[in-house]
């Protein structure tokens, strides 16, 4: 694993059960200027998908995003934490969304 996996990994972990935050506000909070795409490449590699939230990790437009498991898998998650999902995207997003 590299540092800035480790960096993004360690970040990620602040973010708590029943809120997420998007692929640019976690990139913004690790000094990636328009970094999604690198973050969606660090959630991919991530080595302990469970025990690092990469779940929370969402899109800018509150549609889930992908998953190692699969997006019913991440519904599921993301549910069972009190994050409410309605076709795919989450509702209460200022409410649910985590700002670093």
């Given at each position: 694993m590299n540092r800035l996996d480790q960096k993004?990994?360690?970040?990620?972990?602040s973010v708590p059960?029943?809120?997420v935050t998007t692929y640019g506000e976690l990139a913004k909070a690790v000094g990636l200027k328009n970094?999604?795409?690198v973050i969606g490449q660090i959630m991919n590699?991530?080595?302990f998908p469970v025990v690092i939230p990469?779940?929370?990790v969402v899109k800018s437009d509150g549609k889930m995003?992908?998953?190692?498991?699969?997006?019913?898998v991440k519904k599921k998650m993301?549910?069972?934490e009190g994050v409410k999902i309605q076709n795919g995207k989450i509702l209460d997003w200022e409410k649910t969304i985590f700002r670093f």
């Open positions: 993004v990994y360690l970040k990620l972990i059960k029943g809120r970094g999604q795409r590699r991530n080595p990469c779940h929370r995003g992908g998953f190692f498991y699969g997006e019913n993301l549910s069972n």
